[in-house]
């Protein structure tokens, strides 16, 4: 159900003695009304009746096969699947919230902040990093008078952090234009909140507010391919149409939080990409996957040859948009797995970088390294990293690009104390890029004490806490076991010496006397060769 609160129209009363001319409202308070008002707006009829309108003409156009046409099909999957939900739903820090938080607002920032953070990131993950974001922020506007350097540093490690400062946006566009009443349906949530798709508005309208819309997201999207055994790839616009219709007409008009929680509880922890427990499933007896699984098992001889299949889909003319291509055949060996089709992936874009971690041994109140802000837009944008330059993966002229770098932050710096450590591979969503790791230790000279805009010293303590992301912490590793000596040498630079050795048994040591050559003595040793 909506919940669409009223909104109250205070009137400014006339002053007495005659007219008076009207002060003009701000252009910002003119703004936070027009944001309001648009806010609590149902969709115009017309807007609804299209969609409805586009539906029937889905629907019509999709054979029977791959959708639910019985009212009794739909009924007994809502119920089975809501029964296995209380039963074996887990207990888990968003959902003690959103349950035990009677204002709306609240719950919906609660229900909100869960989302984003669950976006490509595993619930195991986001526990840790939910608790802490609660704990700091509890209220959207806490979490709107916050510093966007406080919100990366508290997200640094859990990746894609575009999505904590579009958390921040949308908490901020809230309280100073909405009057900090979150917006009640899913077509105003992605309609006025920066970052709110139409997967996260479903999922905080239906569970925040009850409102009776569907939601599909990956897990979903498993459950129901293999459901209704939709073979075409997911991503395909036709296929997606398909599967929020379904979730649209599957969700419980009495229950659509809890629906939409136990369609995506049934796709993480039973209806598993790789290994799917299907005994467990409650709804699999709707499950067409599982009948063409039972079906491929029997013997040959059970199958009438030249007889079609009741269970196949059976489109009138031409291949069905939605099962899987003929390039794409069953595969005995995946089972149910062969629902859904995976997409084919874009190969991540090479990049390669050089990054020196700078440090100060000297420096008052101990040893400090040198970190720089990116920009405030792109990949990790807002967050602090060593100095480094993108370089030719040939490796040509990086030495001498990363030291221009380093002397334009602090100033003149010794060359031969440049040193290449290793490398650092770690992969974003569209990138691959490889770091050369350089080090630079100033011992001698005294402490670097002016820095540039957008630069900082700190700690290695500070280092650990700041906003930096999960490469960065690895680029330090490599680092710091260089200091510690611990660095691994590739294979084929390393030398063993006779102190490493493991010494001969007395026997051994007759035979290699034995067999051993006779060595010039002016011959250099293996040990001075390397050298």
């Avoid at 100060?360 to 807002?382: H, N």
């Avoid at 967050?383 to 002397?407: I, M, N």
């Amino acid at each position: 159900m909506c919940c669409i609160s009223k909104q109250i129209v205070m009137k400014k009363p006339r002053a007495a003695g005659g007219s008076r001319p009207r002060k003009q409202t701000s252009s910002r308070e003119e703004k936070k009304k027009r944001a309001l008002n648009s806010s609590q707006a149902s969709p115009s009829p017309p807007a609804g009746q299209a969609r409805r309108q586009e539906e029937v003409a889905l629907q019509a156009s999709v054979s029977p096969y791959h959708q639910f046409g019985d009212t009794a099909e739909v009924t007994a999957f809502r119920e089975s699947l809501l029964s296995w939900y209380d039963l074996k739903k887990r207990d888990l820090p968003w959902r003690r919230r959103a349950e035990g938080e009677a204002d709306l607002d609240r719950r919906a920032y609660a229900v909100w902040v869960s989302e984003v953070m669950l976006q490509q990131t595993q619930v195991a993950t986001v526990i840790n990093y939910y608790t802490r974001w609660m704990q700091k922020w509890p209220t959207l506007q806490d979490l709107a008078s916050a510093s966007l350097e406080e919100v990366n540093q508290l997200w640094a490690g859990l990746g894609y952090y575009s999505r904590g400062r579009r958390l921040q946006e949308g908490a901020q566009k809230v309280v100073e234009e909405l009057g900090g009443q979150v917006p009640r349906t899913a077509e105003t949530l992605q309609r006025l909140l920066p970052g709110v798709g139409r997967y996260t508005a479903g999922a905080v309208a239906s569970i925040a507010f009850g409102q009776v819309t569907g939601v599909v997201d990956g897990n979903v999207v498993r459950v129901l391919c293999r459901v209704r055994g939709i073979g075409a790839d997911p991503s395909n616009t036709f296929v997606s149409q398909q599967l929020w219709s379904l979730a649209q007409q599957l969700v419980d008009p009495a229950r659509p939080g809890d629906f939409n929680q136990a369609a995506m509880e049934l796709g993480a922890m039973v209806c598993t990409p790789q290994h799917p427990q299907c005994s467990q499933c409650p709804v699999q007896s709707l499950c067409r996957a599982r009948r063409r699984v039972e079906r491929e098992q029997l013997p040959a001889s059970q199958s009438l040859p030249g007889s079609p299949d009741v269970e196949e889909c059976a489109p009138g003319t031409g291949q069905c948009q939605l099962c899987a291509p003929p390039t794409a055949p069953w595969d005995q060996s995946l089972g149910v797995a062969n629902f859904p089709r995976k997409a084919s992936r874009k190969r991540p874009r090479e990049e390669c970088s050089a990054i020196c971690v700078l440090e100060q041994r000297r420096a008052p109140g101990g040893a400090r390294v040198l970190l720089v802000q990116r920009p405030s837009s792109g990949l990790l944008a807002g967050l602090w990293e060593f100095p480094s330059v993108s370089v030719d993966p040939s490796g040509r002229h990086q030495h001498k690009a990363l030291l221009q770098e380093l002397q334009n932050w602090a100033g003149p710096l010794p060359a031969t104390h440049l040193h290449h450590l290793g490398q650092v591979v770690h992969t974003f969503s569209h990138i691959r890029l490889t770091y050369q790791v350089y080090g630079l230790a100033l011992e001698g000279r005294a402490p670097v004490t002016g820095t540039a805009p957008g630069a900082r010293w700190l700690t290695r303590e500070e280092f650990h806490t700041a906003a930096v992301s999960t490469a960065m912490k690895k680029v330090f590793r490599v680092y710091e076991g260089q200091q510690a000596g611990t660095c691994k040498r590739p294979k084929r630079s390393q030398v063993s010496t006779p102190s490493r050795r493991k010494k001969p048994s007395p026997g051994q040591q007759v035979l290699d006397r034995f067999f051993r050559p006779q060595v010039p003595t002016d011959a250099p040793t293996p040990n001075s060769a390397a050298q």
